[in-house]
Nanobody
């Protein structure tokens, strides 16, 4: 069982910066594609960004240029960075690990709320 632990959510000032962290057990980054998803109340979970084990990144078309995903292998942590936060960025953000033919894992989610 893989436990993904998210942190970094909370109230954020308009125009402020956001960096979410997802810590995981060592070595899964070399196997799994790590991603961040967001979910608004009553809506489906949607991909924000993902980074494959080889380092290639993928962003949802609606999120390109708005978020940056990165990995710190030394810390076994994947990050999601967003500058100039807007009210529409308010959502619950989930960390995800997936790889073909292997179990998929989700974090517990972290709430991001614009404080305006």
């Amino acid at each position: 069982q893989v436990h993904l632990v998210e942190s970094g959510g909370g109230l954020v000032q308009p125009g402020g910066s956001l960096r979410l962290s997802c810590a995981s057990p060592g070595s899964i980054f070399s196997i799994y594609t790590m991603g961040w998803y967001r979910q608004a109340p009553g809506k489906q979970r949607e991909l924000v960004a993902a980074v494959a084990s080889g380092g290639n990144t993928k962003y949802a078309d609606s999120e390109k240029g708005r978020f940056t995903i990165s990995i710190d292998n030394a810390k076994n942590t994947v990050y999601l960075q967003r500058n100039s936060l807007k009210p529409e960025d308010t959502d619950v953000y989930y960390c995800n690990a997936q790889q073909a033919f292997l179990p998929e894992y989700w974090g517990q989610g972290t709430q991001v709320t614009d404080s305006s």
